[in-house]
């Protein structure tokens, strides 16, 4: 009953350990690393010496900064919390409400910006010369300017090497969307012009730059402005200071500072020069308003003056003062309310016909000072900044974005209730003008000794009075447009120059070293891990330990080839670490089974090792002073027979078939240094099963005990054929022997199943070929076996010759 409480137990842990996935511990991490240590240290030279090449190729990058204030309307720097009660009504009012500085930096960093600067600069040409491994940069310091005197078509490149006679020779030409290499060359002059396939130029010296580079190859590239709008672009970045204040930060990095430098003023003298012109855009439509209303109101004055001649001159009326004295007094006060309300509604009458024509454009709405009505002044101020704004943005995003369907969707309200207010406010003018008409009428009605021409002079007169009025207001109002054009200025104010540090930003050479350590560190890490997560075959003792409860006899260790003619490598005098594992092998063999005389040997396939750990095994049982047989038990292949010339002797299946009594006829005469004696295979037989299944197998060991104290058999593998299994009852003790990345783990649950089973007779295993404690051992053993079909694969020979003379002992 506890026999079998011990067999459960061990299976459910076997089992635990066949599902559970071994995790990889800080131990194997470190195991790793001192085991392939000689792959890790390449590894990480060539990593940092390809970081040290990279390093050699990259140009210094600088990063170079500004920032500007954006003040408001009344040319102070708002703080951001002053808006939120603004932006809250506005929205309140059906207006949507946006944060003017985030604009402002999205239109600091548009790509017309960018275009403009990259064309005033003239950074679709660039100059460079090779030092060393990397490409440097000229700017501002260059030997020559090339001045292109034809469009640009397709980019091009080409080499100049610069000469003492006063030019220079054109090589390395590459031009064309695919940048193909051409042949074409030239002889160039300074200041003379020269004509390539991409394109004409005139080589423009710079004599205070010009001795430095002769001799010098000089690369000249050129690029469509786009493109150099696209490489400025991505080198510029803009954004706010912090969320209290209106301060923008713009940063450019190039490799060249004085270039980050004129590329920042480049950026912000085009962005204060474009608020400019969109604050002269409403003094621009002012104007030509007033101009076209001045030539109407010049030409309708004109033909009032004629009215007033011709009436003179047919009625003969020369001075009508001292005949309508008393009326002019009694009505002047009446006519100039008149004149002043006809004034104003003339004024809103052009207002209201200047927004019903150009109701559908986005155009700006005049403004008039003879309105008195502040709320209409308002309104119109209000829709002409936000018209403002609205084509500001769409210069620089699609017509179509939300942003501006929304803006749209806001001026078309505004613009309606502006109409409207304008509606509204003309017809209360023309109430006024009709009641001060009328009062005028009733005066004029009861002077009845005026006659009816001069009636007629004073209405002519009261005509002329009014377009002399409108006249005179609308040249002030042209002087004051022309005023405000002259005095325009941006609404920004440049904080911080550019500046910056001149220490470049990259490449980062440590950065760049830790990298390159660390992926010359992973790399091989990967490496190792991969093959070990792939890797399904069995690696030292933990796998076994894992996956079985076989007890672990020792562990044999790798390495290279002993020095030697022989074989077997214990011996008396050997204190290597080979003879020692053999050595464990005997020592723990006695605690696990020290009655044990009879030990088979045995392995899963050939190529294990198997053949050579019998051999030193029973040489190690031996030196003690042991007697020892070594039994070829393989009566199939006869490996170890044929590795001594002795496959065609008598031997073991000589005395299984009954052909041969006495076994001690058969054994080997007997090593003296080692004690070990040995009985060979014999000759092939045609039913190797059957014979091992007779009872001359028992009798031949019992027999073999009389005269030795151990009896080693060498079997067959235990998955080629039955024969280890049939061999095995004689056994006391079965050595399995798994070599080490041999044997696939998926094989050990098996090897359990026969452990439980009890198939072999207490059943240890032997890990031959170790790898998990040193590599500094020395033999390795590289013998084929062939079971299976064929059954017969060449094996090559062994030493086991000259250890063994073939005389028999009598």
Known sequence: MDANNNNTTARRRVAKNNIAEEALTFRDIYDMFVANKIWFLLSVIVCLALSRLYLATQSNIYLRQAVMLVKDDNGQGASRRSNISTDALMQLNGVLAGTSVKNEVFILHSFQLAQEVAKKLQLDVMYSVRSGLRNVSLYNKRPFTANFTTEFTVPASFMLTIDSCGGGNITDVQYGPLMKESDFTAKVEWGKEVKTPFGNFVLTPDAAMLENFVGMSVKVQRISIEDAAIILYNKVTSGEVDKESTLVRITCTDSNIQRADDILNGLLNAYKQSIIDDKNQIAKSTSEFIEERIALIHSELSDVEGQMADFKQTSGLVDLKASSDAIITQSSSARQRTIQAEMQYSMVGYLVDYVT??????????????????????????????????????????????????????????????????????????????????????LMGSIQSVPQKEKQVVDIARQQAIKETLYTYLLNKREETALQLAITEANIRVVERPFGDRHPIAPRTQVTMLVALMLGLMIPFLVFFLRRVFDTTVHGRRDIEKFTTIPILGEVPHGQPATGDSEI??????????????????????????????????????????????????????????????????????????????????????????SVDDVRSLVVTKNKECNLDFLPAGIMAPNPAELLMTGRLEQCIEELKKYYDYIVIDNVPAQAVADAGIVNRVADMTLYVLRETKIDRRFLPELERLHQEKIFNHLCVVINDSRSKTKKYGYGYGYGYGYGYGYGRAEEKSRWKRMFSRKKDV
């Open 569 to 658: 490598v214990v011996s008396k005098q050997n204190d290597d670490v080979l003879s020692e594992a053999f050595r464990m092998l005997r020592f723990n063999m006695s605690f696990i089974n020290k009655d044990a005389r009879v030990i088979m040997l045995t392995s899963t396939m050939p190529g294990e090792g198997k053949t050579f750990i019998s051999g030193n095994f029973a040489a190690t049982l031996g030196i003690t002073g042991k007697k020892v047989v070594l039994v070829d038990a393989d009566i199939r292949k006869r490996t170890r027979s044929r590795l001594m010339s002795m496959d065609n002797t008598l031997g073991l299946t000589s005395y299984l078939s009954g």
């Open 357 to 442: 024509q150009n109701m559908d454009e986005n155009s700006l709405i005049p403004t008039m000072g003879g309105i008195n009505d502040t709320g209409i002044a308002s309104q119109i101020s209000n829709y002409n900044q936000m018209m403002l704004n609205r084509n500001r943005l769409a210069e620089n995003t699609s017509v179509n974005s939300p942003t501006i369907h929304d803006m749209d969707l806001n001026l078309s309200q505004m613009r309606a209730a502006v109409l409207a207010s304008l509606k509204g406010y003309s017809e209360s003018l023309r109430l006024q003008v009709e009641r001060a008409k009328q009062e005028e009428v009733a």
